[in-house]
């Protein structure tokens, strides 16, 4: 029981980087930290889906 936990504690730690970077993404000014920033939100996203599965980092794409 206690180890379901601690993926699923990942899952939201991960996701809530992941929407953290695209919210600084659309606020960023500069075209280039905005591309950066995006990229390292789906890269992040991507991470969660291959640990956890399809479905476990979802979030809305950009």
């Known amino acids: 029981m206690g180890n379901e936990s601690r993926p699923s504690a990942r899952v939201r ?3 809530d980087k992941a929407q953290e970077l ?3 993404a659309q606020r ?3 075209p280039a ?3 950066r920033l995006t990229d390292e939100a789906m890269h992040i996203r991507e991470k969660s889906e291959r640990e956890n599965g399809p479905g476990a980092g ?3 794409p950009m």
Do not use: I, K, P, S
Request: hydrophobic share 25%; net charge negative.
């Open 13 to 15: 730690q991960l996701r």
């Open 22 to 24: 695209e919210q600084a």
């Open 28 to 30: 960023a000014t500069d």
């Open 33 to 35: 930290e905005r591309r």
């Open 58 to 60: 979802t979030m809305d």
